[in-house]
């Protein structure tokens, strides 16, 4: 396969990546720190900050056709302005053409803006047209003061790029106007695919792409760019996505070269622990729970570090078999960590834990944030002399402080919250010494998650790691049924309620606020549970939410466990592990505010024993019609991968995979749904890239993901 070749820029030419934005016109320090904000540091960068959007400003609009919701250029004579008063201050200016006369409305002006903007002057602006007390009016428009009618309008269609606050569009523009020309004159962007790609893929060229995309010809495709199909894009997407599945495949390479203890199953114990532990339960593990403990026992049996997912839906029995893998580690003399997201989840873990292991005298420890002082020094003093066999925590088991004795295994729970670099973390964490060779060994890692993720997402999200899918539910586990049902019936659930209770179930009402909010018109927690006490006489109900500490939520938990509280008011804290198997009615307020992902967890926590189980999503009417789609789907299915399948094509990987909390998989211009059909491709192509033209790597992480905090340990 032949390869481009790739070198420094020639004398006389520049590398774009090495010259900073303030080597620009019009670029000082203070909009150097703004641009710095949204990642762009170079002329590079500059050049790959793509338009999200495009106008067309090529052509003028009468007055007259304008309409609400519009985007239009419109030429006129100002007829006047004024600083009118009403509930805001605002400058009101007056337009008029040939065919009619619209308003300029103006929140934010200056007295230099009011004065420039004289009677009788010629304006030319664009903006959207809004329904205003004069009719439709254009809001903070785009405009410019012209001196003759014939000025000559835009020849391209006019792109909008992600900004930030005091960083306007126009500014943007210009300086990107700068970077091409800097682009056409050193031609310093050197094509990294190999040619036999671009080839049989039909690929313009690099500079030819980004050209399209920052000044796009009149006569483009606007329904092509909006969908995200446009040739230009895809080229860029391919690489894009290229890169980051090469540096996700040289993180696994580089955990690979490293050393792991060797745990093959069955010794030295002979499997004692976990034999007594499966014959102590009342149930027999699923097909799918016995085929992943096998794929995970095989990893830990190597001399390399374990990188394996489980994926399995609510209720599949994922945290059994991370026990099962506990206990391979502790029988050969090692520590086991597992890692929960959220305080609840991990105590949760710890207390169902600590009753299963306590009768095969393990010491299970449980270590978070808001554990402090002297209980937090026991602790540690336990991990840290290797007292403290199983540890389970929040985040706080891998502080800088926290040290154990012999890390054998990390098990990290729904992986969706957290991102590559605290894998990373995680790992370097637990590393030690390695026995009779130079280097470390790093303990094996198994990350879990009843989030199941698209294969489309877990192909690019998660090339670094290997995949096991529990596909099965324990029998006995009942579909719940779905109700959509508007708040207006508020009264008629509480009856249900109160008789589902008085037959002995248990129930739980979900709320998305701790406090009443009058802007977003919730029913909070607090409030509810004022409410249910007074509507609710002789019913036993709790009120859990995060801001509880540990003990008061631990006690809360327990006591609707063993039943003495019929009724649980809670906020979105109990959307993953908590398993009541009598809880069998579960209300969801204002459900349309919610993920779908979110929602099925949530309404995992019901159907958990033989009873036949609802949940009721109460909803705030109206509704839009992507929450009705959405809200739809949730009563259509009980199947979690059909769901993530969905929310992915609905709210996007970014929202599904957690990623805008943890800076996983921030893409320049690549999307995994719009472009799942080139992973295929790109997995082919990049495996072929590594075996021939290795050389091409470095610059493709370089060029796409420098500076990239996921990927500042490549």
């Known amino acids: 396969m032949s390869a481009p070749s790739i070198k420094p820029a020639s004398s006389g030419t520049l590398d774009l990546q090495n010259v900073p934005v303030t080597e620009l016109k019009g670029v000082g320090p203070k909009l150097a720190e703004k641009l710095a904000g949204i ?24 007055i007259g056709s304008l309409n609400h919701g519009m985007e239009a250029v419109i030429e006129g004579d100002i007829l006047g302005s004024a600083v009118v008063f009403g509930r805001r201050r605002s400058l009101l200016v007056k337009v008029q ?49 012209i001196a003759h009618q014939d000025k000559a309008m835009a020849d391209r269609l006019t792109p909008i790029y992600p900004a930030t606050e005091g960083l306007h569009q126009a500014r943007l523009r210009t300086m990107t106007e700068q970077a091409l020309a800097m682009l056409a004159k050193s031609r310093s962007l050197p094509d990294l695919l190999p040619s036999s790609l671009s080839q049989q893929l039909k690929f313009i060229s690099l500079e030819d792409a980004l050209g399209y995309l920052h000044r796009p010809p009149v006569d483009a495709s606007l329904n092509e760019f909006e969908v995200g ?46 034999k007594h532990t499966l014959d102590a339960l009342p149930f027999t593990l699923t097909n799918a729970q016995q085929r ?15 990188l394996r997912l489980v994926q399995g839906d609510v209720g599949s029995g994922k945290t059994l078999v991370a026990v099962l893998a506990a206990l391979q580690a502790i029988e050969h003399g090692y520590q086991a960590a597992i890692m929960a997201p959220t305080e609840i989840l991990a105590e949760q873990h710890y207390l169902n834990l600590e009753q299963l292991l306590q009768p095969l005298g393990l010491d299970v420890a449980f270590l978070s944030g808001k554990i402090k002082g002297k209980q937090r020094n026991i602790v540690m003093e336990a991990m840290q002399s290797g007292q403290a066999q199983l540890i389970v925590g929040t985040h706080a088991l891998f502080q800088d402080e926290v040290a154990f004795s012999k890390l054998g295994l990390i098990v990290v729970d729904e992986q969706h919250r957290f991102g590559v670099h605290q894998r990373l973390a995680l790992r370097e964490k637990g590393s030690s010494p390695s026995e009779g060779s130079k280097g470390s ?171 036949e189980s609802h949940c009721v999503l109460l909803y705030k009417a109206p509704l839009s019609d992507v929450a009705k ?69 470095e610059p493709l992480i370089k060029r796409w993901l420098a500076g990239s905090e996921q990927y500042g340990h490549v």
């Open 39 to 62: 990642h762009i540091h170079n002329v590079l960068d500059l050049l790959f900050h793509l338009p999200f959007r495009y106008q067309d400003r090529t052509r003028i609009t009468p």
């Open 97 to 145: 053409d040939g065919t009619g006369i619209t308003s300029l409305r103006f929140y934010h002006f200056s007295a230099a803006q009011k004065n420039n903007l004289q009677d009788g002057a010629r304006i030319r602006c664009f903006g959207e047209g809004r329904w205003g007390k004069s009719g439709v009016e254009l809001y903070h428009p785009e405009y410019e003061i």
């Open 292 to 306: 992943v403990s096998k794929e995970i026992a095989r990893d830990m049996a190597k001399p390399t570090p374990m």
């Open 441 to 611: 060994t790093y303990p094996h890692q198994l990350i879990m998650t009843a989030t199941p993720i698209p294969r489309t997402l877990t192909m690019s999200a998660y090339a670094d790691l290997d995949c096991s899918i529990i596909d099965e539910l324990p029998p006995g586990r009942t579909p719940v049924n779905t109700i959509l049902s508007s708040d207006t019936r508020r009264g008629e659930i509480i009856e249900r309620i109160q008789k589902a209770c008085a037959d002995g179930k248990q129930a739980y009402w979900v709320c998305t606020l701790i406090e009443e909010s009058e802007t977003l018109q919730l029913q909070a927690a607090e409030a509810t549970y004022t409410e249910m006490q007074l509507l609710l006489k002789g019913i036993g109900i709790g009120l859990i939410h995060g801001r509880l500490k540990p003990r008061e939520k631990a006690d809360i938990m327990h006591a609707f466990k063993q039943g003495e509280l019929q009724l649980l008011i809670a906020t979105t804290v109990i959307e993953v592990g908590v398993d009541v198997p009598n809880a069998s009615l579960m209300v969801i307020e204002n459900p349309e505010r919610l993920g779908l992902a979110q929602l099925h967890q949530l309404r995992g926590r019901v159907g958990r024993g033989r009873t």
């Open 229 to 274: 199909t446009h040739p230009a894009q895809a080229r860029l997407a391919f690489e894009e996505l290229l890169a980051n599945y090469l540096c996700l495949r040289r993180l696994r390479e580089a955990a690979d070269k490293h050393a792991a203890p060797s745990l093959p199953e069955g010794k030295p114990g002979k499997g004692e622990l976990t």
């Open 629 to 697: 789609e959405r809200l739809s789907i949730m009563r259509q299915s009980n199947d979690g991968f059909f769901i993530a399948e969905k929310d992915l094509e609905i709210r996007g990987p970014g929202e599904v995979l957690g990623t805008r909390q943890t800076g996983l998989m921030e893409f320049k211009l690549a999307d995994l749904m719009r472009d799942a059909h080139l992973q295929p491709k790109i997995k082919l192509w990049a495996e072929k890239i590594r075996a021939e033209n290795p050389e091409l790597i």
